[in-house]
């Protein structure tokens, strides 16, 4: 999650006591990559459904004695394939979304560049305080979404712009640019406060819009690892499992995530970010 998050585990696999101190060449042992493996395709499928599976990974790194920076880089690595791996499995539902994705990526991209760097340059103590008041605020922004959305739509309809955007196209570009800043530096449920965004923000089915979250959710974890890779000391074993791990994980939560109603999408995405939110106030 960020350099000064709290480290965890039985033995430590970087020099002396430095949280953001290199890995070592000590490999993982079988009981270890089972586990990284299995968090990794828990990630994933919660990533695709909703968001927040950085939390299952990133804690299982700090567990095996990984520094906070280093789990938190290593997890972006790899949690990346299966970011890629959930967009793919909601492509039918990405089809036409291209002149809305497009700009959207674009602000993903920058944010995510400018969180990646935050997280190499400065310490996360300040930003991480206010995680846990965006996921509650991003899921009361979800639970309320069907009449926000609705007040949204007419008062578009009294304009003779019900079936555009431009009116909030500003602020959906900013609120994506920002998100991505969180995810490249912090990362956990930013599904969960993208899909808040969406929601409100864009008139769609819901389940056109979780495609739409994977898509950004992708561009965002991507350049952020691109930038890690080059600047920042990544465990490879951990991070190449947790990416076999949440690849798979990203199909068969998109193999189950398609299929869920509105309804229960809303409520898994309130009571997954919820549990994040508590898990981090008592960190």
Sequence with gaps: MGGQALAGGSHSRTPGDDPCGPATIEPVNPLEALVILAAGMAAGAINAIVGS??????????????????????NTVGLVFGSISGAIGYRQELAGQRQRATPLLIAA???????????????????????????????????LQPRLTRAIAER????????????????????????AVYGGYFGAAQGVILMAILAILVVDDLQR???????????????????????????????????????????????VGRRLSPFALRFAIIAIGSVVAVKLLLA
Excluded: M
């Excluded at 196209?169 to 640019?177: G, H, K, T, Y």
């Excluded at 890779?229 to 074993?237: F, G, K, N």
């Design 156 to 179: 578009r309809a009294r304009a003779g712009t019900a079936d555009g955007e431009q009116h909030h196209a500003p602020i959906l570009l900013a609120s994506v640019f920002l998100t």
């Design 53 to 74: 599976g950085s939390l299952i990974t990133f804690p299982t790194l700090l567990f095996f004695g990984y520094s906070p920076l280093v789990a938190n880089v290593s």
């Design 209 to 255: 819009l979780n495609g739409l979250k994977n898509l950004i959710a992708a561009v965002t974890n991507g350049v952020a690892a691109i930038l890690f890779i080059l600047l920042a000391p990544v465990a490879w074993q951990p991070a190449v499992l947790i990416a076999i791990g949440s690849t798979i994980g990203g199909q068969l939560g998109a193999l």
């Design 109 to 143: 991209l920058l944010g995510g560049l400018t969180g990646g760097s935050l997280l190499i340059l400065l310490p996360a103590t300040a930003f991480a305080r206010i995680v846990p008041i965006l996921i509650i605020v991003a899921c009361i922004l979800i639970a």
